[in-house]
């Protein structure tokens, strides 16, 4: 991968002396979806697929990106005299923007930059791709610029920064954290209230982590990301009449029961109640899991689709599709949809001995119900951002 991230470098900018090899993973959420913004526990992992990026300081301030993956476009120079989100910079502005984000939050970039990327993780696929190429302008930044001061958690909140002020889309921070701070063969442990953290060891004995990818997205995601979001801010300031919580993570299930009625709008008690049980379902899945007990862990996996689907309304009929096949498979302990939702992957937790039925059959009737092929992906757990020489 260097040699050809390399080549292209020095086609495009004269040679690739002192240039710098870089790497950045995606992300699958294995349990705790859309509770990163609700001050709630989130349980996802590093994967070994992500960007790789090649990049060097310039002597001017002109700032360069080239994407190995979108020949059709050309490179995108901006400047570091005009940090704008533009149209034409399509992708280049989730670089961009943390090169802003660096500069609005008090660090100094001197020079401009000439950066090149591949990556491999299926664009819009719910993996992080955005959030990959973000860690990875941060790790960027931080060593050519000799930023000393900034941790990967820095980074991660950064980049989030970056995504909600540059680019507009109002995620939390599960994605970011994952990415920076991920754990070959660890899943993360995430308390978003206060960002404290638990490396779980993630070797699944006997079974594979099999993501599914639907190769949908749904129009207006951002838009019904960002409405998800309000209306569980309506449903915790209707809590908040009563009970002193910061978030919808703060309560257990009993005790949103026995105050739910305080909410009276019926999609934000739907919302809501999604919000306090998958908390409680991801803590109840780190404690399965640590015990070894992957059965419980793949049921709670299944409750946290149907709320999704039923309470969140983030599924769509492609993924609840993908997740009836899987539930129907022997050898399948749990299968969900990942991410942020209305299409993108599915994951799921299968024996190694069906793994192989799971692809043949989910794929051929996935084909004949839905007109296109879905995308197997047999994953293993990665570590997370960083210069790799
Ligand atoms: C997207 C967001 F970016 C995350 O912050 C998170 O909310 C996720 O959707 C849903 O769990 O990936």
Redesign the pocket.
């Known amino acids: 991968m260097k040699k050809k991230l390399f080549d292209m470098f020095a086609e495009l900018f004269g040679d690739s002396e002192g240039a710098r090899f870089y790497f950045s993973p995606g992300r699958v959420?294995l349990i705790g979806?859309?509770?990163?913004?609700n001050g709630g526990h989130v349980f996802p992992c590093a994967l070994t697929l992500g960007t790789y990026g090649a990049a060097r300081k310039r002597e001017d301030n002109k700032i360069h990106f080239y994407s190995m993956n979108l020949d059709s476009f050309d490179v995108v120079e901006a400047s570091l005299d005009d940090l704008t989100n533009k149209k034409e910079y399509n992708w280049a502005n989730y670089p961009l923007g943390v090169v802003w984000a660096f500069k609005e939050k008090g660090h100094t970039i001197t020079s401009g930059f000439d950066m090149v990327i591949w990556g491999n993780i299926p664009n819009g696929s719910?993996l992080?791709s955005s959030a990959s190429l973000e860690v990875l302008t941060g790790v960027i930044l931080t060593d050519l610029f000799e930023i000393k001061d900034l941790s990967m958690t820095d980074l991660a909140l950064i980049g989030q920064y970056s995504e909600n002020n540059f680019n507009g889309c109002n995620?939390?921070?599960?994605?970011q954290f994952a990415v920076a701070m991920g754990k070959k063969d660890h899943a993360i442990f995430l308390d978003t209230s206060d960002l404290s953290y638990e490396y779980a060891p993630c070797v699944l004995d006997g079974a594979k982590i099999v993501i599914t990818n639907s190769k949908v997205k749904h129009s207006l995601v951002d838009s019904a990301?960002n409405d998800r979001r309000n209306e569980c801010a309506a449903a915790l300031k209707a809590l908040q009449s009563e009970l002193d919580i910061q978030a919808l993570g703060d309560l257990t299930p009993e005790e949103f029961e026995a105050h739910k009625s305080l909410i009276k709008d019926e999609i934000q008690l739907q919302r809501a109640k999604h919000a306090v049980y998958e908390n409680q379902r991801t803590i109840d899945a780190v404690t399965a899991l640590k015990a070894g007990d992957i059965e419980s862990f793949g049921k709670l996996m299944n409750q946290s689709h149907i709320s999704l689907r039923d309470d969140y309304d983030v599924s769509c009929e492609e993924i609840d599709i993908l997740v009836d096949l899987a539930w129907k498979i022997p050898g399948v302990l749990g299968s969900r949809i990942t991410?942020?939702g209305f299409g993108g992957c599915t994951v799921s937790i299968v024996k190694n001995e069906s793994v192989d039925t799971f692809i043949e059959t989910i794929g051929k009737t996935y084909l004949e119900k839905v007109g296109h092929e879905a995308e197997f992906y047999t994953v293993d757990i990665g570590d997370g951002a960083s210069r790799l020489d």
């Open positions: 959420n979806e859309h509770t990163d913004y719910g992080s995620c939390g921070i599960m994605d990301y991410g942020g």
